[in-house]
């Protein structure tokens, strides 16, 4: 078992980290086993929350407002995150959302890297009986206490989950698959592993396009749901060509 590491979460606006956000961030930092210390941030996407994604967290558009935008909390989640091991349940989501944001905006060090634990691989090995193994499902199985789809209560429960995980089938090989591996091959199931997520930088929203932005807007009497300062050259593109489809390019 892996005593040392950190475990993060993210809730996002949708599941495709090209195009959507994170808006809130959770981490617990572990040490001997033991959790030293937290870190939990709502984060303003810059775009509309989907209802769906209120009804799944209860976070609302007015709170996302009021929050810090990316650019001042992903620095800080990086900072606490240091070059930790990450925990995760199906830590490449994470990870990819992190890394993303990160490299929009010039945090990500050419040399930095991170390996990861994923709770979500590990019941899938010695679970397989199970009729669900998502994190909430599997909280319920083995009585862990969990406040579903909220980054921090995520982390936390991803803690005890793993820790539980550990015991039962590294330490202990109870169970049909971890009963017939050796010792050593138990020990590299639970070894972390490389995180690789390969994204390039996506450039900030030219000038002219910010200006066409704004006219169209204007024109056609739109009330965005997003903030034009903080869209991607893409994003403003899609945009656009979207205004011009539904209105067309009369002037």
């Not at 892996?2 to 959770?26: C, F, M, Q, S």
């Not at 992190?98 to 945090?107: H, I, P, R, W």
């Amino acid at each position: 078992m892996i005593g040392n590491y950190t475990a993060l979460d993210l809730e996002t606006t949708g599941l495709n980290p090209k195009y959507d956000k994170i808006i809130e961030v959770g981490a617990v930092k572990v040490r001997n086993g033991e959790i030293i210390d937290r870190f939990q941030q709502l984060v303003c996407p810059g775009i509309a929350l989907p209802e769906k994604i209120t009804g799944l967290t209860g976070i609302t558009q007015e709170e996302l407002l009021e929050a810090k935008g990316s650019e001042t909390v992903i620095p800080q989640l990086l900072d606490f995150l240091e070059d930790d091991v990450i925990l995760g349940h199906s830590v490449m989501f994470d990870y990819s959302f992190l890394k993303k944001a990160a490299v929009n905006q010039n945090l990500w060090r050419p040399e930095q890297s991170h390996l990861g634990l994923d709770t979500l691989r590990l019941s899938r090995i010695y679970l397989p009986e199970l009729p669900s193994r998502r994190l909430a499902d599997l909280c319920l199985h083995y009585g862990i206490r969990h406040q579903a789809h909220r980054a921090l209560g995520d982390a936390e429960s991803t803690v005890q989950l793993y820790s539980v995980l550990c015991e039962e089938f590294c330490e202990n090989a109870l169970g049909e698959a971890a009963s017939k591996q050796t010792w050593e091959e138990r020990e590299k199931t639970f070894a972390p592993f490389p995180l690789i997520y390969k994204i390039k930088r996506e450039s900030p929203i030219r000038p002219q396009q910010k200006q066409k932005l704004y006219s169209l807007l204007e024109q056609h009497k739109i009330i965005p749901d997003y903030d034009v300062e903080k869209l991607t050259r893409n994003e403003a593109s899609r945009l656009i060509d979207r205004i011009y489809f539904i209105y067309g390019h009369s002037t």
